[in-house]
Each structure stands twice: as structure tokens, then as C-alpha cells.
């Protein structure tokens, strides 16, 4: 198994919790203040760690990319509650899917430079991915974080 010298075991987190920003198949993502700083924490129970600590070499891999979230090092797991916890810069905003529903809910929609734009940045963050030999395996709307100018892929 490859060693993982930034894995640390603590029940005393590093970071306090500010606030919840969603769930998805694996994980909760949260807004949390670590060092003094505002970031995003992904936790992920212990069930699926291979996944995890996949998503966390892979973002390691990526750090840099553009418009990709970038990783914060140090990978933190909590024996108390069984979840393993990694941190990225945390992007202000509603998710895609969000930003979708509101605008449908009020019978808008995207306009064409915005759609051309967002998929630009998609595919520039795609061609980095694969250029790391890196298949991102889960695109959806909700992995698009952050605001209207800047939306990079979370995993
Ligand atoms: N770095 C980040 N900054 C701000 N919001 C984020 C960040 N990363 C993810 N999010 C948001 O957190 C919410 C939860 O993410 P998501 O639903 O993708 O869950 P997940 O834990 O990544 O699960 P999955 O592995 O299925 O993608 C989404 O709204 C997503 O846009
Ligand atoms: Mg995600």
C-alpha cells in the first residue's frame, strides 16, 4: 500500500464546521475555518476510503489545474466518527445544479456565452484531467462549484 506520510489520526479535528454545503454519493462537503483560513471538507466514511483516498491522489495530481478545485494538503481521520477528511479552497456560489433549478424555477435559463463558456472551462479542466491520465468518472452539475465567472470541477 502506498504510504501516506500527510494521513494523520486525530479526535481532535483541526477545523470547526461553519457550515453544510451538500452531500453526494460518497461524501459531505462542508464549509469549515482550518488554520484561520476558510475552506471546503470533504468527509467520507471509512466504507468507502479506497475512494477517498483515490479522489485525494487524484486532486493531489491535479493541484494547479485550471479550473479544477484545488487540494489543501493533509488527509485527516477521525476514529470517533469513522470519516476520513480532506480540504480544498472553498468557491463562494451555488453549485450548477443549483444555479439550474433557480433558473428554470423562475423561467430563465442560461444565456449562449454562458453556456459556451461553461463548457469550455468543463472541457479545459477534462483535457488537464486526461493529460494526468486521470478519468474524472463522476460529471454532473453539482460538481460544478463556485460562481458565475469561475466554476471549478470538484470531484
Ligand atoms: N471546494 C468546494 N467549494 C465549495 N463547494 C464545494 C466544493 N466542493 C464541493 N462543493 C459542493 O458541495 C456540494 C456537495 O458536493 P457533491 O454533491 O459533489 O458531494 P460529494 O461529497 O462530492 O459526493 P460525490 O462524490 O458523489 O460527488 C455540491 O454543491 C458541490 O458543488
Ligand atoms: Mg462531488
Not at 479526535?11 to 452531500?23: A, E, N, R, S
Not at 488527509?75 to 480544498?88: G, V
Request: aromatic fraction near 10%; hydrophobic fraction near 35%; glycine fraction near 10%.
Amino acid at each position: 500500500m502506498q504510504k501516506r506520510p500527510w494521513l494523520v489520526e486525530s479526535d481532535k479535528p483541526t477545523y470547526q464546521v461553519l457550515k453544510w454545503i451538500g452531500g453526494g454519493g460518497f461524501g459531505q462537503v462542508f464549509k469549515v475555518l482550518r488554520n484561520g483560513q476558510t475552506v471546503a471538507c470533504k468527509q467520507v466514511q471509512l466504507d468507502n476510503a479506497e475512494a477517498a483516498l483515490d479522489e485525494y491522489d487524484h486532486m493531489r495530481l491535479l493541484r494547479g489545474a485550471p479550473h479544477i478545485a484545488t487540494l489543501h494538503d493533509g488527509l485527516e481521520f477521525s476514529r470517533k466518527t469513522n470519516t476520513l477528511s480532506f480540504f480544498m479552497d472553498y468557491y463562494r456560489g451555488k453549485d450548477l445544479d443549483r444555479q439550474v433549478q433557480m433558473l428554470k424555477g423562475a423561467g430563465g435559463h442560461f444565456t449562449e456565452s454562458q453556456i459556451i463558456e461553461i463548457g469550455y472551462q468543463i472541457a479545459v479542466a477534462l483535457e488537464f484531467c486526461h493529460g494526468m491520465n486521470v478519468l474524472h468518472q463522476d460529471m454532473k452539475p453539482m460538481n460544478g462549484t463556485g460562481e458565475a465567472t469561475r466554476r471549478p470541477l470538484s470531484f
